[in-house]
Structure formats: structure tokens, C-alpha cells
């Protein structure tokens, strides 16, 4: 079974949608309705990578990734969990994902695709590092996670040297030092080095990297066992992720709110180091920077005093328009190019994605596109500057900037009975399919029931539910659910047409979902 994806669960509808999901990607795929057979077929014929369900029957999935992992053949097996991580097989290294019950299969299917995608290249990095010569790559290929373990696994010894350049900043630099395997020192930039700087590069999505076999003399200044350093970034990494927008900004001034006699006495080391730093910078990234804790450790701490009220946070007003006009970071922007560089449908050659706009209203369909016009970047086509588009017209609604040569195009995909065919077709190599329902939900659900289900059987298509709601009108999901049975809690998004509040926010959230 070498190369092939393994699917593990007791749901048999479930079991078979994620194989077929697979199988229409080219993948190899087997199927088993327990974890007693699963781990049988395993270790017969060791597959590349194992599908194990959160509710797997006779042997769970958590012991069946513990008995993988301690077997020297199979260790290496790639292991996603689908269901609920509640004994923490992710941070504890028994899972490589967890994705939630309710993912697509779809969705399973192409993160199985993307995890095997980045094996072939972990093992083609592997091939070179068993020589004595110089690796070069770049990190949107390889994770330094990955990259390290790859090192560990070889026992190198050698000099990795990281570079970057990050939008609007200045090129950033990055070493880590391995000795048989052993991560032993790290430097980022100037100012920072051991574990502290190890984190800040682990969280690198893009740059370069080129490693060096060569004779490191220096002295020991991380001590932690690589697989347990690795393990810690993975999880601040995951903290950070989940908390990023709770945490203070880099460019923001902080100051303290209180006379240092009402300062408490007796607090934790990094708290200690953080007021300290405060009598001295007055940055959020020069305390992080000369702070010796990990960085995520210094911001939930700065946040800690914010909300006790002992430390005041000072948005500049350059800081704050400068994060209005940004609607996608850097990782988006690569993740959207790398997208549209398999060979995706792109009209002229153009880097430009496209979302298609469907609906039985017209009047919801210009409140939306009225809400489009308002993002940084986006440009309305002819057809919404006259006053369209009309419930008949398949034209563009305008054209949204991402990157450098970098687009989202805006397609209105007429919901009429009469455009049955082109719906298959302009379906084709779609980045997704918004779907305006505005209210009463029972009247949309019947004018957009043959769209839906003609969308629904294409393959790769993906579908999202935008719910308008103007002044007064409230709805429950629960209430979809039962009128779009089609309807996922995952694809679905409320936009408030008349609230007066800045839309920007929330159609960046939309945004950031349907994105690949």
C-alpha cells in the first residue's frame, strides 16, 4: 500500500466521501471501517499517509497514532486527525493536523493532497542533506520546522542561513546552528538569539534558506532536544495564531498608565523584565525585541498589564489607517499565487483569481457590491459604475488588488433557470462561489435550489453563504439550516447591509475564508 492514503473511520458515508474526495485528486486510496484494521493494513504495507476519525471504533485514533509512532517502520507515517483534539495529540507530536469534524471532505481531501505535496519535498531536501554540500530552497516549500527535522533525523552538522524581506520592511536575517542533528544556537537579526530567536524564525512563512555543512565551535546556548524545541514552536505558534488579534501591535507606543510606587511587588520573572523594559522603550517591538523571553510570552504579558490597567497602549493614527488598508498579509498573498500557479483558469494570462457573485436579487446584489467598493484595492467594473448589474448579466463587478500582479476579479453568475449551462462552466476554476441570501430565507432557498445543486456536483467547487440582513431583520442559523439543507456552519457569513459600522472588517474575514 506505499503511496497510498489510508482512510480510517467507523461513519461509512463519511469514510467513503473522503476516499472519493482523494481518489479525485489522483491519490491511491484504502479504506477501513476500524482502527484494529487500520493499524493491521499499516503495518502490512506502510502507507504514506492515514485519514483517522475522532470517533474510530476498537482501537481510537489516538492509540492507533501511539502505537504508529513507537514502531520504528511506521513512525514516520503522516497521521491526520479529524475530530475533536481534546488530549492534545497535536502539540504532543502524535498527530501532523487536526482538522475539525465537520471539515468538508473536500477540504480534508486537499489538505491530504497539500501534506503529501510537502513530504516529496521534505524527502527530495532529505536526499541532498545525506551529502556533503550546500542546500538551498526556499521556505514557502519547507517549513524550517520541517527542515529541521529533516537535519535532526540526518544528524547534520552545519551553519542554516535565513533571509527574508518582508512587505514595506527592511530584509530580516536569520542562522541556526546544528551539531549532530542538534539545534545549538540561533540567532534573528542583531539582537536576538538562542530559543527566543529559534520561535521568531519558526514563524517565518517565506524566505530563502541555504545550509552549510560545516564545523560548528560555538558554544552550546540551546539546550532543550530538538524534537521538544520543535514541538514548543509548533504550539506558540498555533497560540499565537489563535490569539494574534487579541495581542498588542509591533509599531504600537506602550506606556505605563500608573505611578511605579502602585506598581505590585511580587511578580512572575517575564512580567519583572517587561516593567523594566518599559522605563527604558517605549515601542512594542523594541520591548519584544530586548525582552529574553519568546515573543509570544512578552505580548501576552504586555496584553496582561493592558487589561489590568497598568499599562496603556497608543495606536498612532498612521499605525491605524495603515491596518484598514491592508486587507491580506503576506502568507495570503503567497498562498493565493501559489493557487493561481497550478494551472488554474486565468483569463489573458493574468494573475487574477476569480469569485463568482450569485443571487435571485438584484437589490441584493448591488448592496453587496456596494459593500465591495468600499475595500482598499477594489474597482468597480462598467457594468456596477450604470447602475447593474442586471438579474440577467454575466459580467464582471469589479476587480479587487492584492498584490503586486496580483487580483481578485468579481464575476455576477445570473441564478435564472436559463443559464443552467454556463453555471458548470463559469464554475471552472473558480476560487469559490458567493451565494447572497437575503430574507425571507424560504424565497431564496427556492429560487437558488437549481444553482445550488448544480454547484454542489462539480468538482472542487466551493460553495459560501453570505446572509444579507438590513435594519431590523435578524436570523438564526439554526433557521438556515433547516432551509438551505445544503447549508455548512463553516461556509456561512452575516453582513449587515444598513449599520452603519465600517464593513471593511467583516468582508476581510470573508475574504481570509475563501482564500485557498
Known amino acids: 500500500m506505499t503511496n497510498t492514503v489510508l482512510i480510517a473511520d467507523s461513519n461509512p458515508d463519511r469514510c467513503r466521501a473522503i476516499g472519493e474526495a482523494c481518489a479525485h485528486r489522483g491519490l491511491a486510496v484504502a479504506t477501513v471501517d476500524s482502527g484494529a484494521v487500520a493499524l493491521e493494513r499499516t503495518l502490512a504495507d506502510v502507507p504514506e499517509l492515514v485519514v483517522a476519525a475522532g470517533d474510530l471504533a476498537l482501537i481510537a485514533a489516538r492509540r492507533l497514532a501511539e502505537i504508529l509512532r513507537a514502531n520504528p517502520r511506521t513512525q514516520h507515517v503522516r497521521i491526520v486527525f479529524v475530530g475533536r483534539d481534546t488530549t492534545g495529540g497535536l502539540s504532543s507530536g502524535?498527530?501532523?493536523?487536526v482538522l475539525p469534524p465537520e471539515t468538508h471532505e473536500r477540504?480534508?481531501?486537499?489538505?491530504?493532497?497539500?501534506?503529501?505535496?510537502?513530504?516529496?519535498?521534505?524527502?527530495?531536501?532529505?536526499?541532498?542533506?545525506?551529502?556533503?554540500?550546500?542546500?538551498?530552497?526556499?521556505?514557502?516549500?519547507?517549513?524550517l520546522t520541517d527542515l529541521l527535522q529533516v537535519f535532526h533525523m540526518n544528524r547534520r552538522t552545519g551553519e542554516l542561513q535565513l533571509s527574508r524581506t518582508e512587505p514595506g520592511r527592511r530584509r530580516e536575517q536569520g542562522r541556526v546552528l546544528l551539531r549532530d542533528g542538534n539545534v545549538v544556537q540561533a540567532h534573528a537579526g542583531p539582537l536576538v538569539e538562542g530559543e527566543k530567536a529559534l520561535y521568531r524564525l519558526l514563524s517565518w512563512r517565506d524566505g530563502s534558506f541555504a545550509f552549510a555543512p560545516t564545523r560548528v565551535t560555538a558554544a552550546a546556548r540551546i539546550l532543550t532536544p530538538t524534537r521538544a524545541l520543535l514541538l514548543e514552536g509548533v504550539r506558540q505558534l498555533d497560540e499565537w495564531e489563535r490569539l494574534r488579534g487579541n495581542l498588542p501591535p509591533l509599531g504600537a507606543k506602550v506606556?505605563?498608565?500608573?505611578?511605579?510606587?502602585?506598581?505590585?511587588?511580587?511578580?512572575?520573572?517575564?512580567t519583572q523584565e517587561v516593567l523594566l523594559l518599559l522605563e527604558i522603550y517605549d515601542r512594542v517591538r523594541e520591548i519584544v525585541d530586548h525582552c529574553g523571553y519568546p515573543d509570544y510570552q512578552v505580548l501576552r504579558t504586555l496584553q496582561t498589564l493592558i487589561d489590568r490597567g497598568l499599562v496603556e497602549l497608543q495606536r498612532e493614527p498612521e499605525n491605524a489607517s495603515s491596518d484598514r488598508g491592508t486587507l491580506f498579509d503576506a502568507l495570503q498573498v503567497r498562498q493565493l499565487r501559489e493557487w493561481l500557479e497550478k494551472g488554474r483558469a486565468r483569463r489573458s494570462g493574468s494573475m487574477a483569481a476569480k469569485v463568482l457573485v450569485a443571487s435571485a436579487d438584484p437589490g441584493a446584489t448591488r448592496d453587496f457590491t456596494r459593500l465591495l467598493e468600499s475595500l482598499p484595492g477594489m474597482e468597480a467594473a462598467p457594468a456596477v459604475r450604470d447602475g447593474g448589474p442586471n438579474p440577467g448579466d454575466l459580467v464582471e463587478l469589479g476587480h479587487l488588488a492584492v498584490g503586486e500582479g496580483l487580483g481578485i476579479d468579481w464575476i455576477h453568475l445570473p441564478a435564472a433557470d436559463s443559464f443552467r449551462a454556463t453555471w458548470p462552466v463559469a464554475c471552472h476554476g473558480a476560487l469559490g462561489t458567493l451565494v447572497l441570501v437575503s430574507m425571507p430565507v424560504g424565497d431564496t432557498e427556492a429560487a437558488l435550489r437549481?444553482?445550488?445543486?448544480?454547484?454542489?456536483?462539480?468538482?472542487?467547487?466551493?460553495?459560501?453563504?453570505?446572509?444579507?440582513?438590513?435594519?431590523?431583520?435578524?436570523?438564526?442559523?439554526?433557521?438556515?439550516?433547516?432551509?438551505?439543507?445544503?447549508?455548512?456552519?463553516?461556509?456561512?457569513?452575516?453582513?449587515?447591509?444598513?449599520s452603519g459600522r465600517d464593513p471593511v472588517s467583516l468582508l476581510k474575514t470573508m475574504l481570509a475564508r475563501v482564500l485557498p
Do not use: C, W
Open 107 to 143: 477540504d480534508v481531501a486537499s489538505r491530504v493532497e497539500a501534506m503529501l505535496a510537502q513530504r516529496a519535498r521534505i524527502d527530495a531536501v532529505g536526499r541532498e542533506t545525506s551529502t556533503d554540500h550546500e542546500v538551498q530552497g526556499q521556505l514557502s516549500q519547507i517549513p
Open 450 to 498: 437549481p444553482l445550488l445543486e448544480q454547484l454542489s456536483r462539480q468538482p472542487d467547487s466551493r460553495i459560501f453563504y453570505v446572509i444579507l440582513l438590513r435594519k431590523g431583520e435578524r436570523v438564526q442559523p439554526e433557521h438556515l439550516q433547516e432551509k438551505l439543507s445544503l447549508l455548512s456552519s463553516s461556509s456561512l457569513f452575516l453582513l449587515q447591509v444598513e
Open 94 to 97: 502524535l498527530f501532523d493536523e
Open 255 to 270: 506606556v505605563l498608565s500608573v505611578a511605579k510606587v502602585e506598581l505590585p511587588n511580587a511578580v512572575h520573572p517575564v
